[in-house]
DNA sequence: TATCCAATATCGCCATTCGATATTGGCGGG
DNA sequence: CCCGCCAATATCGAATGGCGATATTGGATA
């Protein structure tokens, strides 16, 4: 986790965050309260202000849908996913098979360049 | 691939083709024109004004170290993995297996807020 | 040494990230 | 009925990143 609270990294897992939060919206309505938590149980630390500027643009883009609700006396907005997110997350799928298959299984074939040539023989 | 030229959906996808990038890098050294071959092969489409300044912040925290070689008569600019890069790609493994349980299995469990609630109820 | 060209580097513009701060909206007390 | 409270959401400003377009580098050939 601490790896997680440098900069550097965050760039690494952005992406991440925004394919939980597609996933998650695609099986129940969530609201950037219940996200935050969610985030935060995976390890990721996604300040309010991170966010809603990214669920308004997912929304925007036509990948969430949202709807108002009152929940316990507070106004929430609940996020639903769309035919759209879900294309993306199909898509998501594909690479992410791509992805685990080098990195989780390393089974990724060299990729030109110098495999041909020794890097110790002189 | 016709879904990664919208400016939208590469954000989703950006923090994938570093960890592409540092798992090759972790295998044999790579330039610059070898990995945008490689991206370009696992359907990304990364330009070099986007690559070679990716490459030298990746340098600049430790996580690429960098030897400069000629290859057919041009110079050409190795990049091979740290262990803090190694490090990285660990911390990506664990992340990728919940994302993974998630978005391709399909197994994440409800996040809470609305889930008890029934939907369309009423 | 002049020129060519692949490989790498940089520039300017716009979008995104972030912590901090402001705003909204329902509710209970008076 | 209005007022302040507070969780939830919204926005601000500074810094950074992504991108296409353009510039630069450096070995090789003649």
Redesign the interface.
Known sequence: MA??DND??R??????V???IL??AG?????GV??M??MDR??YRIGAGTLYPLLH?LER?G?LRCEV?V?AGRQRK?YRSTPAGA???A???I??????G???EDQ?P??????AQK?DGR
């Open positions: 790896i997680l550097l990294f760039d690494f897992f952005l992406g991440f925004r394919l939980h996933f998650h099986h129940e309505p969530v609201c219940d996200l938590a969610e995976h390890g643009r883009a990948l609700r929940v609940y294309a993306v997350l898509e998501a799928r690479r992410l098979r791509e992805l685990v080098e990195v989780v990724g060299p990729i030109g360049g110098m495999a890097e």
